[in-house]
């Protein structure tokens, strides 16, 4: 066992690295493979990528496997825990079948060719060995991962689900004869519980979940085209359309496309397809329709559309590159150089203009089948409504059946209405002159209560007067009392302003009095 320091998931796992890292985690895999060429196994370029884009994903794309000491348990052969800590050999089971679903989406997983499929895992000593840890080593533990995947159909073989005639969703709930008698030798202790193989064989698994996200993901795409021409498509077409459906980073390969293609058509029932043709079925249909000459005919007039397109863009560099040419050969006077170059010119552009009319009336030329596909989808759509407008007007009996049925309700309620004048024609008779009476002392009743209330009201209505007229009454004797009191106040001042002024004449007087007689002289005797 190597010390913990020369563990790969150390020297590259940083919070700062992505799975493609920088040149120190570069520096790091020359490390990590001169370390393991010590081992002596056979490693190529190709091999040695894949390896380490896969055991660096998921050492850091995955929280199960950043705990070194959940890593010790995932990498080692857990599968006597099985039986002991079933708990702990499920929980372990299902990190492994994440982390390597995931890996499949991200196309990391090693393949034999260049490319990478997303839906299909092959087991092989390539995968073993892209997932050796440098210090755990091998996962002894894959065997019993895609046995448990197999059996809970989160992986499915390759050939099974290519082959299949049912659809992988459909469950039984009689089981097969054969079923049924291994059951029985598993009870009775002739047979044992399935186990996991102690090696992994090489085959090819694919993995469910990821083909549902993609078909999931290109029937929401296909809901944007609503036309029926648009819902027709070549296998190449839909592979350019839809390749990038799982993983905008890493398109979906040819194999990929074929597995797409089988869950769409058997699982979903979303399409119909054949060697050259794919088509969508619309939505208000439950299954989609078989595959015509007609939508094989649209499918390779869009696919001869596209090739046409395509060569438009280079003839166009080509026009302009040897315009250039022409420009920069009579700047130098070099005429033979520059004719040369319009020649090449008049050639492209000739070539431009004829793909340009080509493309223009395969355009039109779809546009039609377009409209013409259209109409009849409108058209089909007219005939099934008539069929079953006809047919629930059978149901009525037409026009004259409903006149029928109209005429025996209205009969009926006439019947209904003698009937019912018939019963009331047996009842007793009510006696007109005892209403009248009852009606006119309801009237004196009520006559002799407005009186009343009329006179209550008349009665209180003199109380208030009589009240206002003894307050008018009260404050009219204050007033005169007022007033009287207020005319013997000014007669008692008129009184004793007379008095002052008399006594002042009189001191007047007297004081003019003593003056003349200071004023008088003595006469000497």
């Not at 044992?192 to 290109?218: C, H, I, M, Y």
């Not at 309801?442 to 009665?459: D, F, G, N, S």
Request: glycine letters at 4%; hydrophobic letters at 35%; charged letters at 30%.
């Amino acid at each position: 066992m190597l010390k913990r320091k020369n563990s790969y998931s150390d020297l590259t796992h940083t919070p700062d690295s992505s799975v493609y890292g920088d040149t120190r985690i570069k520096r790091n895999k020359r490390l990590f493979r001169s370390k393991t060429l010590n081992r002596k196994e056979s490693w190529t370029p190709d091999t040695e990528r894949a390896m380490t884009e896969l055991l660096e994903f998921i050492l850091q794309h995955e929280e199960a496997f950043k705990n070194q000491h959940r890593l010790s348990s995932l990498y080692a052969d857990f599968r006597q825990q099985h039986e002991v800590n079933p708990e702990g050999y499920q929980a372990n089971i299902a990190a492994w079948t994440k982390a390597l679903t995931d890996a499949a989406r991200a196309g990391v997983i090693p393949t034999q060719g260049t490319t990478h499929d997303l839906l299909n895992i092959r087991t092989t000593d390539d995968l073993a060995r892209a997932l050796q840890h440098p210090q755990y080593g091998k996962p002894t533990c894959l065997p019993a991962v895609f046995h448990e995947a197999t059996q809970k159909k989160e992986m499915v073989p390759l050939k099974d689900f290519m082959n299949s005639k049912e659809s992988i969703y459909k469950t039984s709930w009689i089981p097969s004869p054969w079923k049924a008698l291994q059951w029985g030798l598993r009870q009775v202790g002739v047979l044992g519980q399935p186990t996991s193989p102690d090696r992994l064989g090489v085959g090819n698994f694919v993995v469910l979940k990821n083909v549902e996200v993609a078909a999931d993901e290109t029937l929401k795409k296909m809901k944007e085209h609503t036309s029926t021409a648009d819902r027709v498509l070549s296998k190449a077409d839909f592979l350019k359309r839809f390749d990038k459906t799982l993983n905008p980073a890493a398109p979906l390969t040819k194999a990929d496309m074929e597995i797409l293609l089988v869950h769409l058509a058997r699982d979903k029932q979303a399409i119909a397809y054949n060697a050259q043709t794919i088509k969508f079925k619309p939505e208000h249909e439950a299954e989609p329709l078989p595959i015509t000459e007609e939508d094989t005919a649209i499918a390779n007039l869009r696919d001869t559309l596209a090739n046409i397109n395509a060569q438009i863009p280079p003839l166009m560099e080509k026009v302009a590159a040897a315009d250039a040419a022409a420009r920069e050969a009579v700047a130098a006077k070099q005429m033979i150089r520059a004719k040369a170059a319009l020649r090449l010119k008049k050639l492209a552009e000739t070539a431009l203009a004829q793909r340009s009319d080509v493309a223009l009336q395969l355009e039109s030329v779809y546009a039609q089948l377009q409209q013409a596909a259209d109409q009849v989808e409108i058209v089909e759509a007219m005939r099934a409504g008539a069929a079953a407008l006809k047919g629930l007007n059978e149901k009525v009996g037409g026009a004259e059946g409903v006149q029928g049925v109209v005429d025996a309700v209205n009969e009926q309620m006439a019947t209904t209405e003698e009937i019912s004048n018939i019963i009331n024609e047996t009842d007793q008779s009510l006696d007109e002159g005892e209403i009248d009476d009852e009606f006119e002392a309801l009237e004196r009743a009520e006559k002799e209560k407005r009186e009343r209330q009329e006179a209550e009201k008349t009665a209180a209505r003199l109380a208030e007067l009589e009240e206002a007229e003894k307050k008018r009454s009260e404050k009219e004797a204050e007033r005169q009392a007022q007033e009287e009191e207020d005319e013997e106040t000014e007669k008692e001042i008129e009184q004793a302003s007379q008095t002052l002024r008399r006594m002042s004449f009189r001191e007047e007087d007297d004081e003019e009095l003593e003056a003349e007689e200071e004023k008088r002289v003595p006469i000497p005797a």
